[in-house]
């Protein structure tokens, strides 16, 4: 099957410590895309980053990095130096070949960020 | 910046009502969708529409439907409200027919049927 798993449900930091997400993922493409979004309590799903297969190259947006391991079939994100701004679910996602056009998603990690 | 709009952030209806949400969105984008996100069971494809007047069937369409007459709108239907079709309804948009490229998604519409 192809899946995306977020073994963390819930993660709770203090300002200012960095978080890391997990994700692993399950695919039979041999080249494919894997992306991030977040939900902030308003609702709205934002998109954050889109990756694919053939680049494993970190990468970093001001406190945000992304760390993509073929090897471990694993697409992680870390932000740095957490706001409370920060919290939000966060979700990462795959659109399988044969999968309708839908992007799979994985359950989510809710993270909150106390001051 | 890609806008995604939908007619209502929140909606209470009652059991039996037909229900439309409404999605607009201003890039030009071919394809749009509908999801649902409930607790425990994340977010599952209801329809899929890759042009006007196309649509595909997703994970779970029975008891909805789906309108697309104009390229930037694309309506779902409820035709017969129930209970369980109480949810967040998300609605996204895709540039192109290329699975792989980015779905963006408007803010939600939490739904609620008495």
């Known amino acids: 099957a192809q899946k995306v798993t977020q073994a963390q449900t819930e993660i709770s930091v203090v300002e200012k410590e960095d978080v890391t997400l997990d994700c692993v993922y399950e695919?039979?493409?041999?080249?494919?895309?894997l992306f991030w979004y977040k939900q902030p309590p308003s609702g709205e799903l934002v998109f954050l980053i889109r990756?694919?297969?053939?680049?494993?190259q970190n990468e970093i947006s001001g406190r945000y990095s992304w760390n993509f391991q073929k090897s471990t079939s694993s697409f992680n994100f870390t932000i740095t130096a957490s706001q409370v701004v920060d919290s939000a679910v966060y979700f990462c996602?795959?659109?399988?070949?044969?999968?309708?056009?839908?992007?799979?998603f994985g359950k989510g990690t809710k993270l909150t960020v106390n001051p | 910046d890609v806008k995604v709009t939908q007619s209502s952030r929140y909606l209470v209806k009652r059991t039996g009502e037909k229900v439309f949400l409404e999605c607009v969105q201003d890039?030009?984008?071919?394809?749009m969708f509908w999801y649902r996100q409930d607790p425990g069971l994340g977010l599952r494809l209801i329809y899929f529409?890759?042009?006007?007047?196309?649509?595909e069937k997703g994970d779970i369409p029975e008891g909805y439907s789906v309108s697309r007459e104009k390229k930037e709108r694309f309506s779902l239907i409820l035709e017969s409200a129930s209970t369980n079709q109480t949810s967040m309804y998300l609605c996204a948009s895709r540039t192109s027919g290329a699975r792989t490229d980015t779905q963006y998604f408007g803010p939600g519409t939490r739904l609620t049927v008495l």
């Open positions: 996602a795959h659109p399988p070949k044969g999968g309708s056009e839908k992007l799979v």
């Open positions: 890039m030009d984008h071919e394809n």
């Open positions: 529409s890759y042009d006007v007047k196309m649509k």
């Open positions: 695919t039979r493409d041999t080249t494919y895309y």
């Open positions: 990756r694919n297969s053939f680049d494993e």
